[in-house]
C-alpha cells in the first residue's frame, strides 16, 4: 500500500465517497501506475502479480469516464457502453461487486453474463438497458448470436486475467467479441504473463498502449509465508489436513479432483469443521452459496479445486494448503495468491507425500519459492503455530441443510425427495389400505383390493386372470401422464467455470429417440452418452 491517495491521482468526487465508504482512501502501486492513462482515455497493458488490486485499477476509469456523458441521460435496449471479459464465473461476479457500487454513484447499471445459469435473467437485464456488462466469452458469444446484446456502442474493453483465459482456450472468443468492438475504444488488458497467444492479442486490439508492470509476472508475495511438510503416509496425511482445518481463521484447501473436493468438504463437516466445496460438479446457486457461507464465516474452510485458484476473493484467507501439489509452478502461485491479498499476511503449506519429493522440489524451483522440507506429525510444533487457537467443535447440520445440499446444489432436490416420499405414503394407503390413484401398475383409481379380497379388473375378473400383456396396457391406460414441462435442471458447469452451458433443459417427451435427459452431468441423446458442457 502507498501513501498516494485515489483524489490525488484524479479519481473523481462521486467514485471518492465510494471508496471512503469502503475503507479504501490510499492506492495501491498498480493503481497508482495505471490510474493517470487509464483517467485519460489510454489503452494500458497491466502486469501484476494475484491480489495486487488490478481489479479496481480498472473499475475506476470505467465507472469515471462513462459515467461523465450519462449522468441523467436514457439507455437503450442492448446498448452496452463498457464491456469486461473474464476468464470465470466466480472472477466475473466478484469484479461486478466492485465495479456495480462505483458505476451506481453515475446511476450507470451494471450485469453479469455466464454459462451455467438459465439465460432469461441476463436477457432480462439487457433488454432493460445496461451500462456495463461483465462477462465470460462463451456465454456472450452465445447471446450475441441470439441477438440480445450488440458491441458496437462499447467505449471501453477490459481484458481481465488474459493469460488466464489463453490456458483456458477463450483466445479465439475474445478475439472475435473484441472485432465486434470499435476499433478506436479504449483498451484495458491486464494479464500476469504475456505468453499462449496474449502477446498477439496486445499487438491486434491495443493501440500506443502504456505498460506497467508493477513487479515480475510469477514473483511471490512479499508477505507470504511458505511451507512444506513431509508426512509418512496416506492416514497420518488425513489426520494431519484435520488438524491443520481446525483453527478460527479462514482456510483454503486445494485438491486436484471434483470428487477427493467433496469427499474432504463432507469429512471435515462430519468431524466437526464446518467445510464447504467448490469444483467444476456444483451448480451455479451452489458455487453462489458455499461461497457465501464462506465469506460470511460460517464455513471456516473452503475445499476446492483449480477451479478457484483464480477469481475467488475473500478477506482474511490466513492459510492456503495444497493437499494435493498442483501439476505446474503457475497453478501454485495462483493458489497461493488466495492468501496474502491486499498487503496483508497469509502462509501456504504444501504436504508432500513419499514418491513426491523431487516433483514438488522442482515445482518449487520454477515458482522461485524458498522453503526446507520439514517432515511433521499433527502435534509437531510448525503444524501447532500455524493452526494457533482450535476452533470449537461445531456438530455437523442435516444433509438438506448443509450449503451447497439442498434443493438446486450438488445433490438431490429436498424438495423432490419429500415429493416423493409424499407420493409413495398416499400411494401406499388409497381407501382402506387399498393402493391409491396413480399407483403402479395402474391399480385402481383409489378402490385397491381390500385385504384378503382378490383384485377385479372393470369387468369383474379377478386381476389374476389377466395376461401378462393386459395388465401392461391397463397399466398404462391408468398410469398419469407424465409432466412434459421442461425440468429446470442446467447443464453442470465446467471447471473452468465458462462452459457454454446454457442450462439445456430436460425433455421427458416421447420415448428415447430424440430426446434429451439430463443426469449428473451427462447428456443422453439417441441411446448414447455424451459429456454435457465442455
Known amino acids: 500500500m502507498s501513501d498516494i491517495t485515489f483524489g490525488a491521482l484524479g479519481v473523481p468526487a462521486p467514485l471518492l465517497d465510494v471508496l471512503a465508504k469502503d475503507g479504501k482512501t490510499t492506492a495501491f502501486p498498480i493503481q497508482v501506475d495505471t490510474l493517470p492513462d487509464t483517467l485519460a482515455g489510454r489503452d494500458v497493458l497491466g502486469r501484476g502479480k494475484t491480489g495486487s488490486g488490478k481489479t479496481l485499477a480498472f473499475s475506476i476509469p470505467l465507472a469515471a469516464r462513462l459515467g461523465g456523458p450519462l449522468a441523467g441521460g436514457t439507455r437503450r435496449s442492448g446498448r452496452v457502453l463498457g464491456l469486461v471479459l473474464a476468464p470465470t464465473r466466480e472472477l466475473a461476479t466478484q469484479i461486478n461487486a466492485t465495479l456495480e457500487p462505483l458505476a451506481a454513484a453515475y446511476g450507470m447499471t451494471t450485469t453479469t453474463i455466464f454459462g451455467g445459469v438459465n439465460q432469461n435473467r441476463q436477457v432480462a437485464a439487457l433488454k432493460a438497458g445496461v451500462d456495463i456488462i461483465v462477462a465470460c466469452p462463451g456465454r456472450l458469444e452465445d447471446l450475441i448470436s441470439q441477438g440480445f446484446v450488440k458491441l458496437d456502442a462499447v467505449e471501453i474493453t477490459v481484458i481481465d486475467e488474459a493469460d488466464h483465459m489463453a490456458d483456458l482456450g477463450f483466445l479465439p472468443s475474445v478475439t472475435r467479441i473484441l472485432d465486434k468492438t470499435p476499433r478506436d475504444g479504449q483498451r484495458l488488458l491486464f494479464s500476469a504473463t504475456l505468453d499462449n497467444g496474449v502477446d498477439k492479442l496486445v499487438k491486434r486490439f491495443l493501440q500506443n498502449e502504456v505498460l506497467h508492470s508493477v513487479d515480475e509476472a510469477n514473483s511471490p508475495v512479499a508477505a507470504m509465508t511458505h511451507h512444506v511438510f513431509h508426512v509418512g503416509g496416506v492416514e497420518e496425511k488425513k489426520e494431519l489436513v484435520r488438524t491443520l482445518a481446525s483453527g478460527t481463521g479462514r482456510r483454503i484447501l486445494f485438491m486436484r479432483t471434483k470428487h477427493h473436493a467433496k469427499k474432504l468438504a463432507q469429512q471435515l463437516t462430519a468431524q466437526g469443521i464446518p467445510a464447504v466445496d467448490l469444483h467444476g460438479n456444483l451448480s451455479q446457486p451452489a458455487r453462489d452459496r458455499n461461497l457465501a457461507a464462506f465469506s460470511s464465516g460460517a464455513a471456516k474452510v473452503l475445499v476446492a479445486t ?202 421427458h417427451g416421447g420415448g428415447t429417440g430424440g430426446g434429451k435427459l439430463m443426469v449428473g452431468s451427462v447428456v443422453r441423446q439417441n441411446g448414447g452418452p455424451r459429456r454435457a458442457g465442455r
Do not use: C, F, W
Request: proline share 8%.
Open 306 to 507: 483449480d477451479v478457484a485458484a483464480r477469481g475467488v476473493h475473500v478477506d482474511d484467507v490466513e492459510l492456503v494448503i495444497h493437499v494435493d501439489p498442483p501439476m505446474e509452478h503457475k497453478a501454485y502461485l495462483h493458489r497461493s495468491g488466495r492468501t496474502a491479498r491486499a498487503g496483508a499476511e497469509g502462509s501456504v503449506v504444501t504436504l508432500v507425500l513419499p514418491g513426491q519429493e523431487k516433483d514438488v522440489k522442482d515445482l518449487l524451483r520454477k515458482a522461485a519459492i524458498t522453503a526446507t522440507p520439514v517432515p511433521v506429525t499433527p502435534t509437531s510444533p510448525q503444524v501447532t503455530a500455524l493452526v494457533g487457537e482450535v476452533a470449537p467443535y461445531v456438530a455437523p447440520a442435516p444433509k438438506s441443510e448443509q450449503p451447497g445440499r439442498g434443493q438446486g446444489g450438488g445433490g438431490r432436490s429436498q424438495g423432490a425427495n419429500a415429493q416423493r416420499k409424499r407420493a409413495a405414503r398416499e400411494g401406499a394407503q388409497g381407501q382402506g389400505g387399498a393402493r391409491g390413484q396413480g399407483g403402479r401398475g395402474g391399480r385402481g383409481a383409489g378402490q385397491g383390493a381390500q385385504a384378503g379380497q382378490p383384485r377385479t379388473d372393470r369387468s369383474g375378473r379377478p386381476a389374476a386372470e389377466r395376461s401378462a400383456a393386459e395388465r401392461s396396457a391397463a397399466g398404462r391406460e391408468q398410469r398419469p401422464a407424465r409432466d412434459h414441462r421442461p425440468a429446470e435442471r442446467s447443464a453442470q458447469p465446467a471447471a473452468s467455470g465458462n462452459a457454454r452451458a446454457t442450462g439445456r433443459r430436460a425433455s
